[in-house]
């Protein structure tokens, strides 16, 4: 660790609350549904038309709410009323406009690592939501360099060490998913530290056997990072 001078930042669930505001809107589309069908599988269908749809839209709220609608329409058998299709462009909406709610320790860990190391946020999904929320957290000022990338792969990693000119030996990635934040980063050479967060979402959930063979660093705190950057 004694040779980095680049510190990346997942964003969701790592910076601040994400998955937790998807959960509460997916509770509030099985309301609408309800009095239509049973509402059993709907997290599951919804997940296979998020899934499906995500080389079309990509990652982020306005696809999901696309999908949604799409799920709701499916189950539904075409019967969703108009002002239920509405009612769940609203909850996209609100999910748009949702405060930020930085996660504790981040300001600690930031405040303590900005003078002594470049900070970076490299973020995926859809860019004027992942713009509005970096402006909205107020964290906007602690990072000399944002990127947003429509997918977290060895590929698009390797892209943007390249383009920012940033040396993979004095890099390392932090973030909540092993499958986007840390795995890909392993795996072009550079070191990434896995700071769990308490939800996940299923798209972003690896079996252990992917993880064998690769070395990184597991926190249970972001403020960990101050002593171990300090070594
Ligand atoms: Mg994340």
């Not at 609203?90 to 405040?111: A, R, S």
């Not at 992942?130 to 947003?148: D, M, P």
Request: aromatic share 8%; proline share 3%.
């Amino acid at each position: 660790m004694n040779k980095i001078t680049t510190i990346a930042f997942d964003a969701d669930d790592t910076l601040w609350v994400n998955e937790p505001i998807f959960t509460q809107t997916r509770i509030r589309l099985e309301e609408i549904v309800a009095p239509y069908i049973p509402i059993e599988t709907l997290e599951a269908d919804l997940y296979k038309f998020e899934n499906q749809n995500l080389s079309l839209f990509g990652y982020g709220v306005k696809g999901f709410m696309l999908s949604m609608i799409e799920t709701a329409l499916e189950m539904t058998d075409q019967r969703l009323s108009g002002a239920d299709v509405q009612h769940i462009i609203d909850l996209g909406k609100d999910m748009l406009q949702h405060p930020i709610e930085v996660l504790p320790g981040i300001i600690e860990t930031l405040e303590a690592l900005k003078d002594r190391y470049e900070l970076m946020i490299i973020t995926k999904g859809d860019l004027f939501d992942q713009e509005t929320k970096i402006a909205r957290s107020g964290l906007a000022h602690y990072f000399n360099r944002v990127e947003i990338v429509s997918e977290k792969n060895t590929g698009s990693y390797q892209e943007l060490i390249d383009h920012n000119g940033l040396d993979i030996n004095r890099f390392v990635m932090i973030g909540n998913s092993l499958k986007s934040d840390v795995l890909p980063v392993c795996k072009i050479g550079g070191k990434a530290i896995h700071i769990p967060f308490h939800e996940t979402w299923v798209h972003e959930k690896v079996e252990s056997h992917e993880t064998e063979g690769f070395e990184y660093l597991e926190l249970g705190d972001v403020r960990e990072l101050i002593s171990l950057m300090k070594r």
